[in-house]
Nanobody
Framework: QVQLVESGGGLVQAGGSLRLSCAASGRTFSRYTMGWFRQAPGKEREFVAAISSSGLSTYYEDSVKGRFTISRDNAKNTVYLQMNSLKPEDTAVYYC?????????????????WGQGTQVTVSS
């Protein structure tokens, strides 16, 4: 069982930056692919970024490439999402998720555990 708790959301002006954190419980964090997803009002949840269990490989949704960076610290059981050059369309609830099996770049595979989400609002 893995519990995930996101933090770092908030209100920021367009062009600004935020760093989201996701703290995981359990001693097997380093075995999980970690992902970030987001859900805007009235829209379906969408994939944002994923990172392999080792942290050596990452994968991004096209609209965030070059602006967002996913990273992890396995010693701290934490995954991060650095978000730069934020746009109003990035406004959403952001969720982190953990998956035990399957390649990190397989965005179609289901994730096993989810956090409760953190709100990110970007004003224009």
């Amino acid at each position: 069982q893995v519990q995930l708790v996101e933090s770092g959301g908030g209100l920021v002006q367009a062009g600004g930056s935020l760093r989201l954190s996701c703290a995981a419980s359990g001693r097997t964090f380093s075995r999980y692919t970690m992902g970030w997803f987001r859900q805007a009002p009235g829209k379906e949840r969408e994939f944002v970024a994923a990172i392999s269990s080792s942290g050596l490989s990452t994968y991004y949704e096209d609209s965030v490439k070059g602006r967002f960076t996913i990273s992890r610290d396995n010693a701290k059981n934490t995954v991060y999402l650095q978000m730069n050059s934020l746009k109003p369309e990035d406004t959403a609830v952001y969720y982190c998720a953990a998956r035990y099996s399957g390649p990190y770049y397989r965005t179609d595979l289901p994730y096993d555990y989810w956090g409760q989400g953190t709100q990110v609002t970007v004003s224009s």
